[in-house]
Nanobody, 126 residues
Framework: QLQLVESGGGLVQPGGSLRLSCAAS????????IGWFRQSPGPVREGVSC????????TYAGSVKGRFTISRDNAKNTVYLQMNSLKPDDTAVYYC???????????????????WGQGTQVTVSS
């Protein structure tokens, strides 16, 4: 059974850091592009960052560029999102998702993605 499980969320003060993990089971990640999305209360799920299947291409939303770093460890079948200098506006449920890419870059279009995790809550508050 194909599964993605996020972990590493929690409560952190503004300016703090968290590292989210997304572990895959039932399949191997190395042929998939992987994205992180987030959703605050409301209907919009925002693309945060993605990494290509080969790891050579990374994309970040403007709101997180310079603060967040996406990486992948294919040997561990896991993707990470290092989040630094966190702000209250980063508060959301964070989801990882995957899709089989048609090229060597990744997309932050939600409708590209085929499989999703259940999410992990990140709360940034003093």
């Amino acid at each position: 059974q194909l599964q993605l499980v996020e972990s590493g969320g929690g409560l952190v003060q503004p300016g703090g850091s968290l590292r989210l993990s997304c572990a895959a089971s039932g399949f191997t990640l190395n042929s998939y592009a992987i994205g992180w999305f987030r959703q605050s209360p409301g209907p919009v799920r925002e693309g945060v960052s993605c990494i290509s299947s080969g790891g050579g291409s990374r994309t970040y939303a403007g709101s997180v560029k310079g603060r967040f770093t996406i990486s992948r460890d294919n040997a561990k079948n896991t993707v990470y999102l290092q989040m630094n200098s966190l702000k209250p506006d980063d508060t959301a449920v964070y989801y990882c998702a995957v899709y089989r890419p048609r090229n060597s870059v990744c997309s932050l279009r939600r409708d590209e993605y085929d499989y999703w995790g259940q999410g992990t809550q990140v709360t940034v508050s003093s």
